[in-house]
């Protein structure tokens, strides 16, 4: 990490400060500033963010709860490595709250009340992924690749929906299963692909379209998280969509 009081804070505006505190700790780790297992010192955090103890501790709190780093007495918070039946766990809510989303944004879009510019906004996102500046920032991709996905699930029209689905932070997931690896440009040309069929799915109001290609592009996401995980832990990778792990 940087120098003390060096560090950023980041967050939305109107965010308590624990909050900003816990989404700049998940940008870090995103962007691989904690080695993997690191012993994470509140007191260290709180001098180099400029802030006090206590919102550190309810952001390094939060984030044990949500299992991007373990929080075990007298041993303190350290940066957390997925493991298999974690990462496993997370695609099979993260495959039920997609299949709903898209379920309410299809009926919405037969309503009316998802329009040709939502599909656009949705089109545009993509063809920023596939552009060669993003492909040179990893970063920037997951980026793009999550607000994707989150944008499709805002139209669903659900609230509640949409806020669990902002809980279980699958994109903080993939990058923490990613970090240090380059397979992820392999599989580029599959996922263009995949997202491409969500997004025609939606516009054509397709139901039975759209649950293809979300049970496919998951079920390839899964099996290649499961992949780069067993590569950078030598974890075994075998779990599987729909089947306990």
């Known amino acids: 990490m940087s120098d003390a009081g060096s560090i950023l804070l980041v967050g939305a505006p109107g965010a308590t400060l624990a909050e900003n505190v816990r989404l700049t700790l998940i940008d870090l780790i995103m962007r691989g500033a904690f080695d993997e297992g690191m012993r994470l010192y509140p007191e260290r955090i709180a001098e180099q963010l400029g802030v006090s103890m206590t919102p550190v501790r309810e952001a390094l709190m939060q984030l ?7 929080g075990i007495q007298r041993r303190g918070f350290h940066v957390r490595t997925p493991d298999p039946v974690q990462i496993t766990n997370l695609w099979q809510v993260r495959q039920g709250l997609e299949l709903t989303a898209g379920e309410l944004a299809i009926a919405r879009r037969r309503s009316g009340a998802v329009s040709d510019a939502d599909i656009e906004y949705l089109a545009e996102l993509q063809r920023r992924q596939e552009s060669s500046q993003t492909l040179a920032n990893h970063r920037e991709k997951l980026d793009l690749n999550g607000q994707l996905h989150q944008r499709m699930v805002e139209l669903s029209g659900n609230e509640v929906l949409v806020s669990l689905y902002q809980g279980i ?26 997202h491409w069929g969500l997004i025609n799915a939606l516009r054509d109001a397709d139901l039975a379209a759209y649950d ?30 729909g089947k306990s792990a």
């Open 212 to 241: 293809a290609a979300t049970r496919k592009h998951l079920t390839r996401s899964l099996k290649d998280a499961l992949a780069d995980l067993a590569t950078r832990t030598g974890q075994p990778s075998q779990a599987a969509l």
């Open 64 to 70: 044990a709860a949500e299992g991007f780093v373990s």
């Open 169 to 194: 932070r699958t994109k903080v997931a993939g990058s923490l299963v990613q970090r240090g690896l380059d397979t992820w440009r392999d599989r580029l040309t599959a996922e263009s692909a995949e």
